[in-house]
């Protein structure tokens, strides 16, 4: 990284279709368990897809009222559950003058008042994009910059890019960066208009694929300098060691099928994080389903890895979260370090020969690998690259020459 300071993760939460916490949903996406089903959160009928990932009984996760639209209360275990795994405690970080925020990544915000006042209801909360942030510094106490990032389906990634930033540049000593998205009527029915959703399972890289679906939850992890991590007896669970970004602009909603911005993005990802590919092991792919995206990001892929890296999406277990998708996959991404195991792609039946990569299908692998890269990309051309590493690494100055090695297939 440069001669910046090593940044860590020491707290992850998660909300998911599949799982109420970051462990839960772990172990879900270890056994396969897919969330999809028909929608309850509205009445679908009128759509040829009718199914989709939502997250039961939200009310029953926070011991306290929840403020806010079901975004919020989506997003609010998570940041707690990080911040218990972090052992912070807000009040004692305000006492010791430490500066805390948050940056949270969403695509459709607070969406739930709007679509109450398309259906002719009074709202029971405010709505927009920045609502939910301002949830989260009032009901947690943050004391520093917080930030709500729209940048679709990337949002997750880069609210944990700009968290970084406020790390380095000693703008804040601690950082919540989360990702949030609910079910909403305006999204599905959004999606359904480009007919970009399966009327069946969503199948990453699958040569029947048709499309994505729809999910809901939220992610969240903890940002400190390693430094002042040690210093207060938290334990690292994980570094993050890079990210890159790239605008190409190709089209408003189909990716660039020469694949060049996510290749750049992936490589300013590498070079930011200092090492070389070879030290990458797993790429958590964005995955979506849709033929368009998994043919580009395979090009991208064998582009900067060739065939040496093994990749899958955990979107056929839990949908296309859109600005929660890259938030909570950073959380997987740390449990596959500490673990071992990485996560297949579920729904697989046939490979797409045009997406000649090595996907992991339906059953997850042991592997140990030192980085993990994920991306994840949105309309307008935007893509986004995170690098992950393991906590301590034996000979950490030899990570360049360290590939991931496969312990079993």
Known sequence: MGNYETIVITGVGAVTPVGMTAESTWQALLQGVSGARRIKAFDPSEHTCQIGCEVDEIEHLTLHPAPGGRATRLLLPAVEDALHEARLNMEELVKAERRSGICIGTTM?????????MNGRQPGSPGGP???VEHMRDYFGFNGRCWT???????GNLAIARAMDELMAGRADVMVAAGVDAMSWVAFTGFASLRAMTPDLCRPFDAERKGLMLGEGSGAIVLERESDA????????ARLMGYGLSSD?????QPDPGAWGSIRAMKRAIEMAGISKESIGYVSAHGTGTPANDRMESVALRSVFNDSIVTSSIKGHIG????????????VCVKALASGWLPPTINMRRQDPDCPVRVIANEPLA???NCIMSNAYAFGGVNSSIIIGRAEVEGQDEWQNQPGKEEAS
């Open 130 to 132: 920045g609502v939910i």
């Open 109 to 117: 915000g607070e969406i739930s008042p709007y679509e109450e006042v």
């Open 230 to 237: 040690r210093q207060r007896g938290a334990k690292p669970l």
């Open 367 to 369: 592997m140990h690998t």
């Open 149 to 155: 990032i729209t940048n679709a389906c990337a949002a």
């Open 320 to 331: 296309h979260t859109l600005g929660a998708a890259s938030a909570i996959e950073a959380v």
């Open 249 to 253: 602009a190709h089209h408003i909603t």
